[in-house]
DNA sequence: GACCTAAACGGAGGCACCTCCGCTTATCGC
DNA sequence: GCGATAAGCGGAGGTGCCTCCGTTTAGGTC
């Protein structure tokens, strides 16, 4: 329970104990950001998403430093957030259900997160630390959806995850038209389907 | 004298006739950028610069819309200047001198614009249109100045202008101690001396 | 529950960016 | 020279960035 006797919490993560008021303001600051960033687009202003969050500009910067660290913590929540919808929809559904359902939250997710496009990518190129961290967790999570929908024999073994998450990625690059929300939902329908194709029981 | 009689003046880059008290700032502005540049590096405060050249903020970003265009200009501006320098030299001074002065200008006018080093390397690498126009006219310039030294015998004629060039260039890399500008001058000299070793005729 | 202190807050203030628009002036035809 | 007028000027103003520091408060101690 208790392992800080020597004074060396210096993990590389090291998950501090944050004040109570200060994990709320920090958590509110990336929720609000993550809004923001996905609607104007990572220039948002700072002090615009400070005012909205309900703190001072002060109480952002020190969290914060720079924008580029609030960038990527709105990042890693986001990740997170991804993996845990994984996890919970692998408890609470069957996995023919929540293979379908992860695959149009993550095609709607990533739609929505239009305007951090290209920070993304940028991120992604860089050799941010925190790549390293997040990199894969993904992957590994609908990998994991994926095999347990295989062994139920809703769908057929023979298919590679990763090339089906970057079609899904595919489609949120592709999703520009004025009805791309109708499309995408169509085009993952189909991708799903074409798991189904041939599996050893046949699913709902 | 007159060829606007069409009213097609719309060359690649058009020398736009513009008002004499227009030209007047915008030159102000190149010249007061510069040294801005050059002193507290590219980030330097874009309404300082027009202060001091006696201008308005407006101005200054009528003529200069963006930070990149305002580099730019003095990029090519001093570029020019460099290769007129150089013609000058050539035409008053004899070829062996002239050589001489212009590589000490070259590596004393690198030295002091430091500030702008990193963004004149990404124009560099970008695929900016400037480049392909400055592109290769001071390089142009030495070899012009070096042959004329070669054609009167008092450096030797085999060796490679860019060659030179590219040393010149790796001085003021290296301008970084508190003596650089001496050492700067001893080592072009030395390099000059190069040049005259071994050439037909002795050189003073 | 009262008190203490380090942690956290937040907003005022200083600086920079950039735009907008009423005023000034160079230039040209007469 | 003398308008006319388009070109140019410039600074006020609205916004955003980021810091600094006096004030507030969470969370532990007795």
């Excluded at 919970?88 to 951090?116: C, D, H, I, S």
């Excluded at 189909?190 to 189904?196: A, E, F, S, V």
Aim: net charge neutral; proline share 4%.
């Amino acid at each position: 329970m208790q392992s800080d006797r020597t004074s060396h919490n210096q993990t590389p993560i090291a998950d501090k104990p944050l004040r109570a008021d200060a994990r709320r303001n920090r958590d509110r600051l990336i929720e609000v950001a993550a809004k923001a960033f996905a609607s104007t687009g990572v220039d948002a202003s700072l002090e615009a998403i400070a005012r909205e969050a309900g703190v001072g500009a002060g109480t952002l910067y020190r969290h914060f430093p720079t924008r580029e660290v609030l960038i990527e913590a709105v990042y890693r929540h986001e990740v997170e957030g991804l993996v845990a919808a994984a996890d919970e929809l692998a408890r609470t559904r069957e996995p023919n259900e929540a293979l379908a359902e992860w695959m149009q939250r993550f095609v709607g997710y990533m739609a929505t997160k239009r305007g951090m496009r290209d920070s993304l990518r940028l991120l992604l190129e860089s050799n941010s630390p925190l790549f390293a961290q997040t990199s894969g967790v993904v992957p590994l999570a609908f990998k994991s959806l994926m095999d347990k929908a295989v062994q139920a024999g809703t769908i057929r073994p023979d298919v590679n995850s990763a090339d089906v998450l970057h079609a899904l990625s595919s489609i949120y690059s592709a999703s520009d038209g004025p009805d791309w929300q109708d499309r995408s939902r169509r085009l993952v329908s189909l991708i799903m389907d074409g798991l189904r194709y041939g599996a050893s029981r046949a699913s709902k």
